[in-house]
């Protein structure tokens, strides 16, 4: 929508159907202004996906500003458990360009969170300090809305 609005800052008030005591104090907005500020919510969003995410950004490196930027520019979550369907979006972005920089037990956590199940069993496959990949039964417990609890149990030896 920033997009738009820097190109026809008239049609996007339209489409937002802006008061007209509004719309010449929002024609007024400079793109810039508007860009500089969303830049200031998005790396506040990302701090956020991060911490939910920390294997995974950490293995993307200097690039994982740059990839939620592109992420979150099409991509605002909304409604309850919202860091947890930022975190689910991000790893869904990251799939199919960065396959393998995901961190499957981060996206299963993620994808739990974001849910309202109360207990769920999922098989993930966890890389090891060797360069293997070991399976695992991925078991969530949620206790409250906030609260939760979750073990791994390795399959075979």
């Excluded at 802006?18 to 919510?41: M, Y």
């Excluded at 294997?55 to 520019?73: I, K, N, S």
Aim: glycine share 6%; with cysteine; net charge positive.
């Amino acid at each position: 929508m920033r997009d738009a609005f820097a190109v026809h800052a008239e049609a996007v008030a339209a489409e937002m159907n802006v008061r007209t005591g509004d719309r010449d104090s929002f024609l007024q907005l400079i793109p810039a202004d508007l860009e500089f500020q969303a830049t200031i919510l998005l790396r506040k969003r990302f701090e956020l996906v991060k911490r939910a995410l920390p294997r995974t950004c950490r293995d993307l490196g200097e690039q994982a500003w740059p990839e939620f930027q592109r992420y979150a520019r099409a991509c605002w979550p909304s409604g309850a458990r919202v860091i947890a369907q930022d975190a689910l979006g991000f790893c869904a972005h990251l799939h199919p360009a960065r396959n393998g920089v995901v961190c499957p037990l981060e996206r299963q956590r993620a994808r739990f969170v974001s849910e309202s199940n109360r207990f769920a069993i999922r098989y993930v496959r966890t890389p090891r300090m060797t360069g293997t990949v070991r399976g695992a039964l991925h078991v969530f417990v949620r206790h409250s809305p906030s609260r939760w609890h979750e073990w791994l149990l390795y399959v075979g030896v």
